[in-house]
């Protein structure tokens, strides 16, 4: 048998070696397995560092261990991944979220009154994690979610319901199922990778569904058919707010201008990245 410290030391070096991760990301990615393999929190691992671990709990963490080092992400192998301060369920089915996505939380937030009822509509909603967290921080807000995966939809709502949010889902390809629908503002991070893009074969990428990454030869495909197709289900004077891909910003906000968004904008993420862009239309 081992010790915690012995097999913290031995998983540090395999993360390390392998996911070309320093030492202490991969010393945290270690103790992060260690707990969730355990069913314990980090902190007991600081005050047992001399326990001895049966052989059964050994391969527990071995097990954890082995997918990391094949790629596999923290967030799947956990099952969870923090968003706006609050834990999403998520699996192979979805995208992982991600803090630059707070982003377009921050600004659609600042947007929806915290005396009205407001209709909000979010596409592509994946995990859930933007229309469950409106729906938290704006309890007035009517919130709608969009997806056209079944499996996406399914944990959308689990995290709806485990989070206690009010919001109501709908399976539709972006707008097919919302004739004659229209809302004061509607929010998606769409899919905005090149197909062709190498990083698709990279990291986390890797591992995370397809559909909800690439669109297209330039990663605006879907970014054009919602642009397109937005004016048509939102009042007037509502919004339009699109995340995107750091070299993208331009292109979005000439097709915001062409069809038919008056003083379109854009909004740099905490790297200073332009992430977010968007715009309204006339009343």
Known sequence: MATVTGLLDAATLQIAATLGLDRREARLEARVLAAHAWLVDPAWLIAHD?????ESETAALHALLSQRLQG?????????REF?????QVTPGVLIPRPDTELLVDLARARIPTDQAITVLDMGTGSG???????????LA???????SEEALAIAQRNAGILNADVEFLASDWFSAFAGRRYDLIVSNPPYIAATDPHLNCGDLRFEPPAALAAGP???DDLRRLIHTAGTHLKPGGTLLLEHGYNQAEAVLGLLQMHGFHSPGSWADLAGV???SGGALSE
């Open 50 to 54: 001399t326990d001895l671990r049966t």
């Open 72 to 80: 596999m992400p923290i967030a799947y192998l956990l099952g969870t």
């Open 84 to 88: 706006y301060g609050r834990p999403f």
């Open 129 to 139: 994690c933007i229309a469950v967290t409106l729906a938290l921080e704006r309890p």
């Open 142 to 148: 009517q919130v709608t979610a969009v997806d056209r």
């Open 218 to 220: 330039d990663g605006l």
């Open 274 to 276: 332009l992430r977010v």
